[in-house]
């Protein structure tokens, strides 16, 4: 069981490890989002500066992918938070 109530009449007390993970996962989903708006303003940067088609094309796989890894990240918090 991930949360434990000492008393019926009390809210549930989650353990520290149960915390951090869920620190954790909170950052890692933060880095993800601001690893896609970096790569984003990267991006549009290159298309109004010095447009050249083949940094383009990479920086958009790259946001594709670390867009990927955020929806993985947010999709398994709520699964995780869900659970418990």
């Not at 149960?18 to 790569?39: K, P």
Request: proline share 4%; glycine share 4%.
């Amino acid at each position: 069981m991930a949360a434990k109530a000492k008393n019926d009449d009390e809210a549930p007390v989650l353990s520290e490890v149960e915390a951090r993970g869920g620190v954790l996962v909170y950052f890692a989903i933060l880095l993800a989002l601001g690893a896609v708006a970096i790569v984003l303003v990267l991006g549009l940067w290159n298309m109004v500066a010095r447009p050249r088609p083949e940094v383009s094309q990479t920086l958009m796989r790259w946001r594709v992918a670390l867009q990927f890894i955020a929806l993985c990240l947010v999709m398994a918090a709520l699964y995780l938070s869900a659970r418990s």
